[in-house]
């Protein structure tokens, strides 16, 4: 099952990456962010860890509904292009994506070598970030953007729960906190666009 | 203690919401209750528990602490007559104090975190509220580096939560969930049994901060986004939030070198050289008053950073102190010099009179010159004592001819960085046509709080306490 849902966390990763319509990379972000719910959840009940059981529900609902739901609504709202044709031409991204996951698989290994629990999550988890840092580099407009950062922060989430069995509770909502803030300050930010115009 | 140091960031919060006619003075007046806690950790043993071991205040952070209520009370003090030099809606005024107040939150938690988690959220909301503040000025340049704030800030960010979820999964097999603790990292950072592992997150971490910094590859960024910005939010940036993000280096540094010290200084000293070659250059090109201040704190923090990780602690700090006030302040004196956005550096201190206008005088070329180092800046006295401390690493570990080597490779770079200085100095005094131009009560008293700081820095007492700090 985990083996499942990690793989299932990379694959809309991957997928998000050829999307060229902002519904739809909003949508593959909610199941990326799905994936990780239940990944987390699982590890929880595997391991008998209710924090990691209570942070993989605020993840579902936080990452998987809530703000897919705000983003969405923000692009309605603020008439935000829906066109959103990445700068690397999708021939050019079939080459590259394997790439960069074999690149980051090496690059991982002495720290995969050193933790001797979940070691090839760790990896598939460093080679989420560069992905992420990709779907942010590849398009010119802010909203994929901002799902790239998102992205990362749901790499980062991968990498806690699994080379560390999860983080303290505390920091896990201090985290999920911040995350919210960052999406107020996005509307806001995207309101005053508006404004302007 | 935790509910006097938040409580005049919430008055202040709750306060934005009201009419900007009724708050425009009492907002000011309220950042100075900041100061008051920051004084009383002084004054309490230490280390002192603020929130269980969460946050706790040592010498280090008291100090840090201190020096940012200084500045944010002498930048509040200036924000109250902004709108007689830039144009600003009084909605944007309101939104400055809110999100000030968040700001001021999320860095109290950052100074005083011993959790290297809870250090990171600090850091992050004080980050996200400075993006809006970005966008109170009303430009197309600001709208545009507010998310470009946003973004590069939001990768620099990451990085530091990827460094320290490794930190955190080294050390967690022998430490558990203590492993997040600064403090139970540094008293077990020897029986780490993975080192490589901690070395890769701390690299990492380091250089998320290096970026949020302004360090090499990543130069102009800060540099852009602060000449967008209105002047006081440049002031914010250099004199408080870098002290948030040096003071989280400081804190793994401490620890990293207990693992391995040369590791460390290898590390920190080739990136802050690059930095400063490129940053010199940089500054000797640069044209207006805010690029050229903003490049000039890249090149001073890391002068902080270098003196840290060569085990000069006294250095380090006393050099962190004088750039926290002389930066703010020089970045006020641009926003009067900058006044209506019209401004030429030469002749730039030209038509200032009466009282106000010649201590405004006065005080902007003695920050002028205090931040080439020239004597009795206090900058003159950390970057003597930084250079010994590096000659001293050198002598332990064999390698003299190669750390004057470098010394002197930092000098050229810094008397290319003096040069422009002295010269842009000549060119404000002696060149141009004479103005008349107005300068307020608020802005000569915030920068003659930032002077009497500065003058504060040389006492016997103040050097006493900073070695005190190891």
């Known amino acids: ?197 | 203690m935790i509910y006097l140091l938040l409580l005049p960031a919430a008055i202040m919060l709750i306060l934005s919401f009201w009419s900007v006619e009724k708050t425009r003075f009492v907002l000011p007046v309220t950042s100075l209750f900041i100061l008051f806690p920051s004084i009383s950790l002084f004054v309490l043993s230490k280390p002192y528990s603020i929130w269980g071991n969460y946050l706790v205040a040592d010498d280090l952070s008291a100090y840090v602490m201190l020096v940012s209520s200084i500045v944010a009370i002498g930048v509040t003090l200036s924000v109250s007559t902004l709108s007689l030099h830039v144009e600003i809606s009084n909605s944007a005024y309101s939104k400055f104090y809110r999100f000030f107040a968040i700001f001021w939150i999320g860095l109290t938690i950052s100074i005083l975190a011993n959790d290297m988690g809870l250090y990171w959220i600090g850091l992050e909301t004080a980050t996200l509220s400075t993006v809006y503040m970005i966008k109170t000025n009303n430009t197309t340049m600001a709208r545009r580096e507010a998310w470009n704030y946003m973004i590069v800030g939001a990768i620099a960010i990451s990085l530091v939560l990827f460094g320290i979820i490794l930190i955190y999964a080294s050390a967690k097999p022998i430490l558990g969930e203590e492993a997040m603790k600064f403090s139970a990292l540094l008293s077990s950072a020897k029986e780490i049994k993975s080192p490589f592992l901690f070395e890769i997150g701390f690299a990492i971490t380091i250089l998320g901060m290096f970026i949020k910094m302004g360090f090499f590859p990543m130069n102009l960024w800060l540099a852009n986004v602060e000449r967008a910005s209105f002047y006081p939010i440049a002031a914010l940036f250099s004199g408080i939030l870098e002290s948030a993000v040096i003071i989280g280096f400081f804190k793994f540094t401490k620890i990293a070198q207990l693992i391995n010290p040369l590791h460390v200084f290898i590390f920190v000293f080739t990136y802050t050289i690059l930095t400063i070659f490129i940053v010199s250059f940089l500054i000797y090109r640069s044209k207006d008053f805010m690029r050229l201040f903003s490049l000039s704190g890249v090149e001073h923090m890391a002068l902080i950073a270098l003196f840290w990780a060569a085990g000069g602690v006294f250095g380090a700090l006393l050099h962190f102190g004088a750039h926290a006030f002389l930066k703010p302040a020089l970045f006020l004196s641009t926003g009067i010099l900058e006044s209506k956005g019209k401004y030429k550096i030469a002749g730039a201190l030209k038509g200032y009179s009466g009282i106000k206008g010649k201590i405004f005088y006065f005080l902007t070329a003695l920050f002028l010159l205090s931040i080439i180092s020239l004597p009795p800046s206090p900058m003159f006295f950390s970057e003597l004592y930084g250079f010994s401390s590096m000659i001293q690493i050198a002598k332990e570990n064999k390698h003299l001819l190669l750390m004057i080597g470098a010394i002197v490779l930092l000098l050229v770079l810094l008397s290319i960085i003096f040069y422009r200085f002295v010269e842009i100095y000549q060119s404000m005094k002696y060149e141009g046509v004479e103005e008349k131009r107005v300068v307020y009560g608020n802005e000569v008293l915030a920068l003659l709080v930032f002077a009497l700081s500065l003058a504060g820095l040389l006492t016997p007492w103040t050097f006493e306490f900073l070695r005190g700090i190891s």
Do not use: C
């Open chain 1, 1 to 197: 099952m985990i083996n499942f849902l990690i793989g299932f966390f990379l694959a809309t990763l991957i997928v998000a990456l050829f999307t060229m319509r902002l519904y739809r990379l909003i949508l593959w972000y909610s199941l990326n962010s799905l994936s990780l719910a239940l990944l987390a959840i699982t590890i929880g009940v595997n391991i008998d860890d209710n924090t990691m059981i209570i942070s993989g529900f605020f993840t579902l609902v936080l990452k998987a509904l809530l703000i897919p739901y705000i983003l969405k609504r923000a692009s309605l709202q603020f008439g935000l292009s829906r066109q959103i044709a990445p700068n690397i031409e999708v021939h050019h991204s079939i080459i590259l994506i394997p790439a960069l996951l074999v690149f980051t698989f090496y690059l991982a290994e002495p720290i995969t070598n050193l933790i001797s629990v979940n070691a090839n999550y760790v990896a598939i988890s460093i080679s989420s970030l560069f992905l992420s840092l990709l779907l942010m580099i590849e398009h010119k407009n802010i909203a994929p953007k901002i799902i790239g950062f998102l992205a990362i922060e749901n790499s980062l989430f991968l990498l806690g729960t699994t080379a560390t069995n999860g983080m303290p509770m505390l920091i896990e909502l201090g985290i999920f906190l911040d995350l919210l803030m960052a999406i107020v300050i996005i509307n806001l930010l995207f309101k005053q666009e508006e404004e302007l115009v």
